[in-house]
């Protein structure tokens, strides 16, 4: 006994070396084959009504199938579940999340009490398939994996044509972010329809068939459709919620051992990564709220962190300090900011793109790049991060000091998960030797701006007050916006020349959305004004112009049950910017030459002239309003 108790503690690097250098493929039921996991099935299978053998042939079924597809790949890269495993964890947790919120539910909705009777069996299955199949488009869009069975050589799988072999040897990684934002964060959203059929029997497929409406809810939900999804939708997004709150920390309502919580600076960290990689903070350009360097990652300090915690109010997390200020000392006090010359969390520097003939001044946050990018290598900004004084000197630092002024610890993660995701050179082929989005803007503290040749001077922006609270996304302030559109106006048909990819939809469509059908009717009827003083439309030669919020807030006022509906899930944000989402979803808007979804628009008058900030959707998708004459008095300003 006293052997075992003196007995030398292996060493970390041991430990490390042990671990196998490849995933093994294995079965669905041997992946659920744990303590756990079985444990969360038997409280999934308690909420059906069903006999053991349609459980076992086709709700089981469904599960292992699941199960052998995704294998330990993690639901995210630097998000919830991010370990290895993470994403069969994160489906069973939304499974029994989903079904529990599912019972809530009269399925069918606004059916007869003899109809619910019989078809609530297959609305719930729906549900459940929905759920299984909510996220398991990532495989197919955002993760490589090379797999090769014994003796064999790499080969890339693609999920499209059959499983991983079993006992075969494989790796993944994530793959670099595209550079159309829009399309690459939505792609694996619509990639799961790809794979739904493998999740299916045959007769639980005609089964399905057999009801047009559950059909056109679950293919809706399965590929994010702005329309359609309806209750099968909510179901799946609220467990979706429940369960990446669960995993980050966030308030489920259920009480846990305070162990397991998880500390404010990993959260804050976590959340960072999260808007970094989703493309919801620009990077490297003129705008942009991140710059990366060689070494370092520069975050314009202030409305970054106004965004980190928006983020993690919106996941459910309590406890977060209002203070920005104190968001900086959390980090501090962690090592996970590099301090400057005063110790403090925050710097002043100025940024050099050549290229563009561009300068500014900002106040950072200042990263070690593997406390931001702990699995990848970002693309580096090709130009200078220059710290400066107070007084606009550049600061020459010492490298050696620079190197020790902060220890580079990364928050607490799962030795299992570092190992099987390590750090990869993102361009180099995964077998050896077988981008960026139209991301969100940044408002932030500008302290100087300069355009060089000619020099044009700008105002400061407003302040952090006036910060709009768009989930996850913070406004590019006009003041920093380029001063060649501040100053000049175009027309209607100049603006519609240069949209280059506007998009048209039919308006039979279009008035499937709630407020876009409000909007139409009430503008038939004449109860909202068009084309007037103070009116929250004007109707151009080829746009029609929503006045914001007016518009916006004058639905909610219309219509006080869908105002209590936003209500609760507005959270701290303002009720109106979900619909502001809702309406972006659309993607019949034109946005302005930064990428901003609102633009301003001048309305001249005979004494005066005033300023509006507007959506401009495209005309030519409401032929409802052709006989409006357009207003002539407006300039857009893109």
């Given at each position: 006994?006293?052997?075992?108790?003196?007995?030398?503690?292996?060493?970390?690097?041991?430990?490390?070396?042990?671990?196998?250098?490849?995933?093994?493929?294995?079965?669905?039921?041997?992946?659920?084959?744990?303590?756990?996991?079985?444990?969360?099935?038997?409280?999934?299978?308690?909420?059906?009504?069903?006999?053991?053998?349609?459980?076992?042939?086709?709700?089981?079924?469904?599960?292992?199938?699941?199960?052998?597809?995704?294998?330990?790949?993690?639901?995210?890269?630097?998000?919830?579940?991010?370990?290895?495993?993470?994403?069969?964890?994160?489906?069973?947790?939304?499974?029994?999340?989903?079904?529990?919120?599912?019972?809530?539910?009269?399925?069918?909705?606004?059916?007869?009490?003899?109809?619910?009777?019989?078809?609530?069996?297959?609305?719930?299955?729906?549900?459940?398939?929905?759920?299984?199949?909510?996220?398991?488009?990532?495989?197919?869009?955002?993760?490589?994996?090379?797999?090769?069975?014994?003796?064999?050589?790499?080969?890339?799988?693609?999920?499209?044509?059959?499983?991983?072999?079993v006992?075969?040897?494989?790796?993944?990684?994530?793959?670099?972010?595209?550079?159309?934002?829009k399309?690459?964060?939505?792609?694996?959203?619509?990639?799961?329809?790809?794979?739904?059929?493998?999740?299916?029997?045959?007769k639980?497929?005609?089964?399905?068939?057999?009801?047009?409406?559950?059909?056109?809810?679950?293919?809706?939900?399965?590929?994010?459709?702005?329309?359609?999804?309806?209750?099968?939708?909510?179901?799946?997004?609220?467990?979706?919620?429940?369960?990446?709150?669960?995993?980050l920390?966030?308030?489920?309502?259920?009480?846990?051992?305070?162990?397991?919580?998880?500390?404010?600076?990993?959260?804050?960290?976590?959340?960072?990564?999260?808007?970094?990689?989703?493309?919801?903070?620009?990077?490297?350009?003129?705008?942009?709220?991140?710059?990366?360097?060689?070494?370092?990652?520069?975050?314009?300090s202030?409305?970054?962190?106004?965004?980190?915690?928006?983020?993690?109010?919106?996941?459910?997390?309590?406890?977060?300090?209002?203070?920005?200020?104190?968001?900086?000392?959390?980090?501090?006090?962690?090592?996970?900011?590099?301090?400057?010359?005063?110790?403090?969390?925050?710097w002043?520097?100025?940024?050099?793109?050549?290229?563009?003939?561009?300068?500014?001044k900002?106040?950072?946050?200042?990263f070690?790049?593997?406390?931001?990018?702990?699995?990848?290598?970002?693309?580096?900004?090709?130009?200078?991060?220059?710290?400066?004084?107070?007084?606009?000197?550049?600061i020459?630092?010492?490298p050696?000091?620079?190197?020790?002024?902060?220890?580079?610890?990364?928050?607490?993660?799962?030795?299992?998960?570092?190992?099987?995701?390590?750090?990869?050179?993102?361009?180099?082929?995964?077998?050896?030797?077988?981008?960026?989005?139209?991301?969100?803007?940044?408002?932030?503290?500008v302290?100087?701006?300069?355009?060089?040749?000619?020099?044009?001077?700008?105002?400061?922006?407003?302040?952090?007050?006036?910060?709009?609270?768009?989930?996850?996304?913070?406004?590019?302030?006009?003041?920093a916006?380029?001063?060649?559109?501040?100053?000049?106006?175009?027309?209607?048909?100049?603006?519609?020349?240069?949209?280059?990819?506007?998009?048209?939809?039919?308006?039979?469509?279009?008035?499937?959305?709630?407020?876009?059908?409000?909007?139409?009717?009430?503008?038939?009827?004449?109860?909202?004004?068009?084309?007037?003083?103070?009116?929250?439309?004007?109707?151009?030669?080829?746009?029609?112009?929503?006045?914001?919020?007016?518009?916006?807030?004058?639905?909610?006022?219309?219509?006080?049950?869908?105002?209590?509906?936003?209500?609760?899930?507005?959270?701290?944000?303002?009720?109106?910017?979900?619909?502001?989402?809702?309406?972006?979803?659309?993607?019949?808007?034109?946005?302005?030459?930064?990428?901003?979804?609102?633009?301003r628009?001048?309305?001249?008058?005979?004494?005066?002239?005033?300023?509006?900030?507007?959506?401009?959707?495209?005309?030519?998708?409401?032929?409802?309003?052709?006989?409006?004459?357009?207003?002539?008095?407006?300039?857009?300003?893109?």
């Amino acid at each position: 006994m006293l052997t075992t108790f003196f007995r030398r503690k292996p060493d970390q690097n041991e430990v490390v070396q042990s671990l196998p250098k490849y995933s093994i493929a294995r079965s669905g039921k041997d992946l659920l084959n744990t303590s756990e996991r079985q444990a969360l099935i038997r409280k999934i299978k308690r909420l059906f009504s069903i006999t053991e053998e349609v459980w076992a042939n086709h709700y089981l079924y469904a599960i292992e199938q699941f199960a052998e597809l995704v294998q330990e790949v993690p639901a995210s890269e630097i998000h919830h579940h991010s370990k290895a495993g993470g994403l069969i964890d994160h489906t069973l947790e939304a499974l029994h999340a989903g079904i529990r919120i599912a019972q809530g539910y009269v399925l069918p909705p606004n059916s007869e009490p003899e109809h619910i009777a019989s078809a609530s069996d297959r609305w719930r299955f729906g549900a459940f398939i929905a759920i299984l199949a909510h996220d398991i488009g990532k495989i197919v869009t955002d993760i490589e994996v090379v797999y090769r069975e014994r003796g064999g050589e790499f080969q890339h799988w693609h999920p499209w044509y059959g499983n991983i072999p079993v006992e075969a040897e494989y790796s993944y990684r994530y793959k670099k972010r595209a550079s159309n934002a829009k399309i690459a964060k939505s792609l694996h959203e619509k990639a799961a329809m790809s794979l739904l059929p493998r999740l299916l029997t045959r007769k639980a497929a005609q089964w399905v068939f057999e009801d047009t409406e559950l059909l056109a809810q679950l293919f809706s939900t399965v590929t994010h459709s702005t329309f359609g999804g309806q209750a099968i939708a909510e179901i799946v997004r609220t467990a979706d919620s429940a369960s990446v709150a669960k995993n980050l920390g966030a308030d489920t309502g259920i009480r846990t051992d305070h162990s397991s919580a998880v500390p404010l600076h990993e959260k804050l960290i976590v959340s960072l990564r999260k808007l970094i990689n989703d493309g919801d903070l620009k990077r490297n350009k003129p705008g942009a709220a991140i710059w990366v360097t060689e070494t370092d990652t520069w975050v314009v300090s202030k409305a970054t962190m106004e965004a980190v915690r928006v983020q993690l109010l919106n996941e459910g997390h309590k406890g977060i300090p209002k203070n920005i200020v104190r968001l900086f000392e959390v980090l501090r006090e962690h090592d996970l900011l590099i301090p400057n010359s005063e110790g403090d969390s925050v710097w002043t520097a100025e940024i050099n793109d050549f290229a563009k003939n561009w300068q500014q001044k900002l106040t950072f946050l200042r990263f070690k790049n593997e406390i931001i990018w702990p699995t990848s290598n970002p693309d580096t900004f090709d130009g200078e991060v220059l710290p400066v004084d107070k007084a606009g000197n550049v600061i020459k630092s010492d490298p050696e000091e620079s190197e020790n002024a902060t220890q580079t610890q990364q928050p607490v993660v799962d030795k299992n998960a570092e190992v099987l995701n390590q750090k990869i050179d993102d361009d180099k082929p995964l077998i050896q030797p077988p981008k960026e989005l139209p991301e969100a803007k940044a408002e932030y503290e500008v302290l100087q701006v300069k355009q060089r040749q000619p020099e044009v001077k700008l105002p400061t922006t407003k302040s952090l007050s006036n910060l709009t609270a768009k989930q996850t996304q913070v406004q590019i302030p006009e003041d920093a916006q380029s001063s060649v559109h501040a100053s000049t106006g175009v027309s209607s048909s100049e603006a519609k020349n240069l949209w280059k990819h506007s998009r048209r939809v039919q308006e039979d469509l279009l008035v499937q959305n709630d407020f876009v059908a409000w909007l139409l009717k009430g503008i038939s009827r004449r109860n909202i004004r068009v084309n007037e003083s103070k009116a929250p439309v004007h109707i151009l030669e080829n746009h029609v112009a929503l006045v914001t919020p007016a518009i916006f807030n004058l639905y909610l006022d219309k219509n006080s049950l869908k105002k209590r509906l936003y209500e609760k899930r507005a959270g701290d944000k303002k009720v109106y910017t979900l619909l502001q989402k809702e309406l972006e979803s659309l993607d019949i808007h034109q946005r302005g030459s930064n990428g901003q979804n609102i633009v301003r628009m001048s309305v001249e008058g005979q004494r005066s002239q005033s300023e509006l900030r507007v959506y401009l959707l495209n005309r030519e998708c409401f032929p409802s309003l052709v006989n409006f004459s357009a207003n002539k008095a407006m300039t857009i300003h893109l």
